[in-house]
């Protein structure tokens, strides 16, 4: 394309208002940081969830190349109609990034059909995400590992289907490994799931977690805007008659 890639971020914007120590890593919100990791590559507006349709009215949708998600404290308070009308625009095309806890979100859990379960701790882990598919673009950019000084600790089992690409497998410092960064397919969109990023950490302005969720954007922009046809189809060429009996 040779426009801009137009992005909407979307965040909660709940835990920055309610907690200092969150409001003093992320003051103008997470959402924020991301978009600004983003740079003028790209066309970046926001969303969140206290406004009206969470921000994601179908006007903003019909103009988003690719939705970057992140929630955590209030999944349950996206409201269904919202998840549906994000549903139908990843079915027709339309990228979706899903950051960190937004593993346990309406819409992700979706279009996973499953639990998206796992285990966590908050322990100040170190955290070593080690890239096990060098030659996809989403790690471009990337050495051999990005490490974290201190994250929260995601580990397995972690309740998806087999993913398409596994591009990152975390490791951490009190054991435990993790798909971190993990591709699908569902209908025409495409979907990466990405696993950093606690509200009570900066992770976000690290150079290298940026650089994969821009990576992150370019690969899952939508392809094409036409829709497959379906239902019942007039054939192309005449059918002869065929005799029975």
């Known amino acids: 394309m040779s426009q801009k890639l137009r992005v909407t971020v979307w965040n909660e914007f709940r835990h920055e208002k309610e907690s200092e120590k969150v409001r003093s890593v992320y003051p103008n919100?997470?959402?924020?940081?991301?978009?600004?990791?983003?740079?003028?590559?790209?066309?970046?507006?926001?969303?969140?969830l206290d406004e009206p349709e969470?921000?994601?009215?179908?006007?903003?949708?019909?103009?988003?190349d690719v939705l970057i998600w992140w929630g955590h404290k209030a999944h349950g308070d996206v409201t269904d109609?919202?998840?549906?009308?994000?549903?139908?625009?990843?079915m027709r095309g339309m990228g979706l990034i899903v950051l960190h806890s937004g593993h346990f979100s309406k819409i992700f859990k979706k279009l996973m059909g499953t639990t998206c379960d796992l285990k966590w701790r908050e322990a100040d882990d170190k955290e070593r995400l080690w890239v096990v598919s060098p030659g996809h673009p989403i790690a471009e950019g990337i050495g051999q590992y990005?490490?974290?000084?201190?994250?929260?600790?995601?580990?397995?089992?972690?309740?998806?289907?087999?993913?398409?690409?596994?591009?990152?497998?975390?490791?951490?410092?009190?054991?435990?490994?993790?798909?971190?960064?993990?591709?699908?397919?569902?209908?025409q969109g495409k979907i990466f799931y990405f696993r950093p990023g606690h509200e009570t950490y900066p992770t976000y302005y690290n150079e290298q977690i940026r650089r994969v969720i821009s990576n992150g954007v370019k690969w899952a922009a939508p392809t094409t805007r036409e829709y497959p046809v379906y239902g019942n189809h007039k054939p192309l060429e005449p059918i002869k008659e065929k005799v029975r009996g």
């Open 29 to 48: 919100g997470i959402h924020e940081a991301i978009g600004e990791g983003l740079g003028a590559e790209f066309e970046v507006q926001y969303a969140t």
């Open 54 to 64: 969470h921000g994601l009215t179908e006007d903003k949708l019909n103009n988003t």
């Open 81 to 90: 109609a919202i998840v549906e009308r994000v549903h139908e625009r990843v």
């Open 146 to 187: 990005i490490e974290l000084e201190a994250e929260e600790m995601y580990g397995e089992h972690f309740d998806i289907p087999q993913p398409d690409e596994l591009i990152m497998v975390s490791w951490f410092e009190g054991g435990e490994v993790f798909r971190s960064a993990c591709t699908f397919h569902r209908g």
